[in-house]
């Protein structure tokens, strides 16, 4: 489901956008879509990511939600935008 609804945001920023546009899109989505694919790997990872230490695991349900919420943050973003104006 999430690589359905990703490849429609890819699909409509080529249709409205063109090809450079729609490739930053897709580039965008990797890490949503790793987040909701393999969250008990991530959610175990510990170590330093840029330059801060991570010393304890996450729960994986919250690195799956998180990749949800990302995966969908364009269009409430553009919702919010909309609704505005």
Same mark, same amino acid.
């Given at each position: 489901m999430s690589l359905i609804v990703a490849a429609s945001f890819v699909a409509a920023a080529y249709r409205y956008s063109g090809d450079e546009?729609?490739?930053k899109w897709a580039m965008f989505y990797v890490?949503?879509?790793a987040l909701i *694919?393999?969250?008990d790997e991530l959610a175990n990872f510990t170590g330093?990511?840029?330059g801060q230490p991570i010393t304890e695991?996450?729960?994986p349900g919250c690195v799956y939600a998180a990749? *949800?919420?990302i995966l969908f943050l364009p269009a409430i973003m553009g919702a919010i935008v909309w609704v505005r104006s």
């Open positions: 546009n729609a490739f890490l949503p879509l *694919w393999f969250p330093s990511l840029g695991s996450s729960p990749g *949800w919420v």
